[in-house]
């Protein structure tokens, strides 16, 4: 099962809202779920390259708004996410 | 199926025009009266209300449920003047300082005696922690910390303003022997 963004949304407060289905996004009555993230990380944006082995970042680089591919990006990260929450978080197994 | 509620608390407000229902069921139980064939809440099955506790957050005018601190984070031992990352969260993410504390160790000494100003950065912003104290030019005997504090922020705690933002210390003055220490607790999200 994969998640489809169907639409990205700045719902104020700094709240980015991602609707997205597991569904066909084509059919009129697809369940419809909603992701939420940072709008601040689209715009206070920094590369995977400025994070060094230490988890800080490196000091000389800044920070920049999101380019459409990372935007998209970002909001398909958040709906697989949420997709892979929702899934049983434990896995009942018979031991004896 | 229908429900009954056992020991419940129902407080009624108005805010503006809008009616506030607050529904207390904490520590109650649920009596089930099922008529769906489902055993674990069947006729006079009492199980215990799960609530979680939120917390009025002016700022925003809403509800906020109640966080638990579950990332630590050290600052390793910081001489220089200026801003030293304490906690770097993970890309995309907000730190939530629900905790700290401070150490100023007891060999720390400075160029020229004088005060000392530490505080705490949200990215370059101030929170305001201001600790301030007087440091000597020379070492003196070992023992413990000259400065140390444990800040506990109410509620909630204190979250960044912006994702990726970094949790830094700032140093006033830089310390020529010594140095200071913070370790802070918290959220991320």
């Keep these: 099962m994969t998640a489809t963004v169907l639409a990205v949304y700045d719902a104020g407060g700094d709240v980015l809202e991602v609707e997205w289905t597991a569904d066909d996004p084509a059919a009129a009555d697809k369940p419809v779920q909603v992701a939420r993230g940072w709008v601040s990380h689209t715009q206070n944006y920094f590369p995977p390259d400025a994070y060094g082995e230490d988890g800080h970042r490196r000091a000389d680089v800044e920070p920049r708004a999101m380019t459409e591919a990372e935007l998209r990006a970002y909001a398909q990260q958040l709906a697989d996410d949420q997709l892979a929450s929702l899934a049983p978080a434990r896995e009942r197994k018979q031991l004896l | ?189």
Excluded at chain 2, 43 to 68: E, F, H, M, N, Q
Excluded at chain 2, 84 to 101: D, I, N
Excluded at chain 2, 166 to 187: E, I, K, M
């Design chain 2, 1 to 189: 199926m229908t429900r009954k509620f056992g020991a419940v608390t129902m407080n009624a407000q108005t805010l503006g025009s809008v009616p506030q229902f607050n529904l207390d069921l904490a520590g109650a139980t649920v009596l089930g009266t099922s008529d769906n064939g489902d055993g674990g809440i069947g006729l006079s099955t009492a199980v215990p209300v799960r609530a979680s506790t939120a917390l009025w957050d002016p700022a925003t005018a809403g509800w906020d449920r109640l966080r638990t601190p579950t990332i630590h984070k050290a600052s390793g031992l910081v001489t220089a003047a200026g801003s030293t990352a304490v906690w770097t969260p993970q890309s995309g993410k907000k730190f939530r300082l629900m905790a700290y504390f401070i150490t100023v160790l007891n060999v720390s000494l400075m160029a020229a005696a004088g005060i000392e100003v530490l505080d705490l950065l949200d990215s370059a912003t101030s929170l305001n922690q201001n600790h301030q104290l007087g440091l000597p030019a020379a070492a003196g005997a070992a023992g413990p910390p000259l400065y140390a504090q444990l800040v506990w922020f109410a509620g909630n705690g204190f979250l960044s303003a912006a994702a990726n933002n970094v949790l830094n210390l700032s140093v006033g003055t830089a310390l020529t022997g010594g140095g200071v220490l913070v370790d802070a607790w918290g959220t991320e999200e």
